[in-house]
């Protein structure tokens, strides 16, 4: 199911969060390192705070939290669990669990101490809480992080502490440390906290979500929050853009050969260890080796790579894929080293731009646009050197600029003369179009680009005066024609080849690529398609040692006998039918669903008893017959028997459910090859995209084996 924004990170935290709770207790990023000393637990915030701060209540506090204020009760591991039930000893409508979020204007550390911001907001909030007579059952918190982010991971484990019934009260400092987003405060403050039956308090703004008249000021203070971060977010990029213009190096980390000014933070010098490095890659490729020669020879001699190079520097560097940065060098990194212009002294910034202050995606800004400042700090190439690397990157690219220009140039000739004949057209009309055939055709034995794509051009401009509709025709499938200009998958036709994201490795997980080989003799071989693992070419065979090559007719041939065989087993059932085993099946899922109805038809029968019985006791209790203690037993005792029976209906009604999807699955499971049979298939004589992604989830590829036997495994969508 398809769920957008914070829906996401919530179903997303949730899965983490239960997959941690599984093993251990959930372990913040904060780290107490932050604390160089104890002082801080001489003063009367501290001593303050552990008076008010009752541990026996606490389910759960962060990490961070838990070191600083020396708690040593364990966290319950049920506190984000759906069904998990806390500690039933709390007073109901008065559990409270407490949200502090420090911005980098509060962090204010004097000589690495922790900061005093925590310690008095905390104790803010304590008091309140105490004040009103809220049981505090969970303390999370967070720092440096905008009210604005969806994705911060204290602030979603409280929405499932919520969502989870943990909690009765949420309490803030302000409704901005909850949230600096009208959206957030939309949806949950007014919507899903009242679903959830979660009272919001917060203490500077006085917003109580159980006054109604709150909601209009709670809105006008979410709107003047977002505007602020809007207006903050616009000033911080004209004072980047104004650095980078001055030449100042305004980045998070330098890049890979250079590092920060000790005594400039905004001008990179040299890191002659890593300088040296991108020296050996530019001369490398230089003398003819290619990225893959490059990466072995790095590689082999165990040189760091750029990410595992920061965190040596005890950077806090954080690789997307590799937590200590990555082991084995790659194309891709060799790739950017060689096209980044910085090693020659050129400030290249500002080369993209968040999408908006409330959107996390980039975008890529044009070279035009981007700030370039020359000789803004030291070269570390030859210019010899890099003169030789740009020009063989400016030389492919012009190559490949050159080709596609003749290629499209081609196929536009190509669909002219293909239509021309369905059209009625002047015959002086038609030797103008000829004539700038002629032309474009003449160009495309020179090397002259700007002659070719002139020529194009004027070609186009004839064939639309000469006809609309003929030119809709005709660009309509030049288009389809030229649709695969970028990095694409898709092949020459435009398509995707059959086993793409289909086939996968079984030793590393990386999807197989397919690649052309020569085969046949050696003057007239010609190519034939194989597949591979993607992995295993990118890393040099060091992250991935599966080496094996496949033919693609010869899996194509392996993966339609599997097919068939599989139609067959199904025909074979069918025949047999009208399946005993199928129909007994059936039959027990009926007799199922007709004995649990049954049974809940049972329970509402007795509990409307037991209400009349109770209204029947309640008179009795009016008119002095039983005693006020007697009627309490007796309640109780009947308030036991009803929930009980409640628990028993919530079972049948879960198992009912899953019975019908049961047989939900095995119908639709069912349906997935009964088209083949319908249609009197006994056999496909021919594999394509459709009926493999109908048929097939995927497809591992394992090593071969010592009897160089290949195992292929492959996953169906259905089962029989």
């Not at 970028?486 to 690649?515: D, I």
């Not at 007799?591 to 109805?597: A, G, R």
């Not at 083949?676 to 006994?682: E, R």
């Amino acid at each position: 199911m398809y769920m957008k924004g914070n829906e996401y990170m919530l179903e997303k935290q949730r899965k983490v969060i239960n997959s941690n709770f599984s093993n251990t207790e959930i372990l913040n990023d904060y780290s107490i390192d932050n604390v160089s000393s104890d002082d801080y637990l001489e003063t009367i915030e501290f001593k303050t705070i552990k008076r008010l701060l009752s541990e026996d209540n606490l389910e759960y506090m962060t990490e961070y939290l838990r070191t600083l204020l020396k708690i040593s009760k364990p966290n319950n591991p049920n506190c984000f669990r759906k069904n998990g039930i806390i500690g039933s000893y709390h007073t109901p409508g008065k559990r409270g669990i407490i949200y502090v979020r420090l911005s980098q204007e509060d962090l204010d550390r004097e000589k690495g101490n922790v900061s005093k911001s925590i310690l008095n907001q905390l104790l803010m909030l304590l008091t309140y809480c105490n004040n009103k007579g809220i049981e505090v059952v969970g303390v999370f918190y967070e720092e440096d992080i905008s009210g604005s982010d969806g994705s911060r991971e204290e602030w979603n484990k409280t929405l499932l502490f919520c969502e989870f019934g943990n909690t009765d009260v949420y309490v803030c400092k302000t409704q901005a440390r909850f949230a600096r987003s009208i959206e957030f405060v939309e949806k949950y403050l007014h919507k899903k906290f009242i679903e959830w039956n979660i009272r919001f308090l917060s203490i500077v703004d006085n917003i109580d979500t159980y006054n109604k008249s709150n909601k209009k000021s709670s809105q006008i203070t979410a709107m003047v929050d977002e505007w602020k971060i809007e207006e903050q977010s616009i000033n911080t990029k004209k004072t980047l853009r104004a650095k980078n213009d001055a030449g100042q190096w305004t980045g998070s980390f330098a890049p890979y050969g250079y590092i920060e000014d000790p005594d400039d933070m905004y001008h990179l010098v040299i890191d002659e260890e890593a300088a040296k490095v991108v020296r050996e890659i530019y001369s490398m490729y230089a003398n003819g080796l290619g990225y893959y020669k490059i990466c072995e020879s790095l590689n082999k001699r165990k040189i760091s790579t750029p990410s595992r190079h920061k965190k040596l520097q005890g950077l806090k560097y954080i690789c997307p894929y590799y937590p200590n940065g990555a082991e084995y060098w790659n194309i891709d990194s060799i790739r950017k080293i060689l096209l980044d212009e910085t090693y020659d002294g050129i400030l290249i910034q500002h080369r993209t731009e968040r999408i908006a202050y409330n959107i996390k995606g980039s975008k890529k800004i044009p070279k035009n646009e981007q700030s370039i400042i020359a000789c803004a700090h030291e070269k570390i190439l030859d210019p010899e050197i890099s003169k030789i690397v740009r020009k063989k990157f400016a030389d492919r690219k012009a190559k490949i600029d050159l080709s596609n220009a003749r290629k499209y140039s081609k196929e536009l000739i190509k669909a002219i003369q293909n239509n021309i004949n369905n059209y009625n057209t002047p015959k002086d009309k038609l030797l103008i179009l000829n004539s700038a055939i002629n032309d474009l055709e003449n160009s495309l034995v020179e090397s002259d680009l700007k002659s070719i794509s002139s020529k194009y051009d004027t070609l186009r401009e004839k064939t639309l005066s000469l006809n609309s509709k003929l030119y809709s025709k005709i660009m309509e499938k030049v288009d389809i024609l030229t649709t695969n200009t970028s990095r694409a998958r898709p092949g020459k036709n435009g398509e995707l080849h059959l086993f793409s994201k289909k086939v996968y490795c079984a030793v590393c997980g990386k999807s197989f690529q397919k690649t052309l080989c020569k085969s046949g003799p050696r003057k007239n071989h010609f190519m034939k398609p194989y597949l591979h693992c993607r992995n295993h070419k990118k890393s040099s065979g060091l992250t991935c040692d599966n080496t094996t090559y496949i033919r693609y007719e010869v899996l194509e041939e392996l993966i339609l006998k599997e097919i068939n065989t599989m139609i067959d087993k199904y025909a074979n059932q069918k025949s047999l039918e009208k399946n005993y085993y199928s129909k007994k099946s059936q039959k027990n899922h009926e007799k199922d669903l007709i004995i649990m109805q049954k049974e809940k038809e049972d329970i509402d029968r007795r509990i409307c008893k037991i209400n009349e019985r109770f209204a029947m006791l309640y008179d009795d209790k009016a008119e002095g017959i039983i005693s006020a203690t007697e009627f309490g037993m007796l309640k109780n005792k009947y308030q036991y028997d009803i929930n009980n029976f409640n628990s028993r209906i919530e079972e049948i009604n879960k198992e009912i459910n899953e019975l019908k999807e049961k047989e939900k699955l095995t119908e639709s499971e069912r349906t997935i090859l009964e088209k083949y049979t319908q249609q009197g298939i006994k056999h496909l004589e021919k594999l394509d995209r459709f009926t493999l992604d109908q048929l097939i989830s995927k497809i591992t590829i394992e090593k071969k084996d010592e009897n160089n036997n290949r195992p292929i495994k492959i996953f169906w969508n259905f089962t029989i």
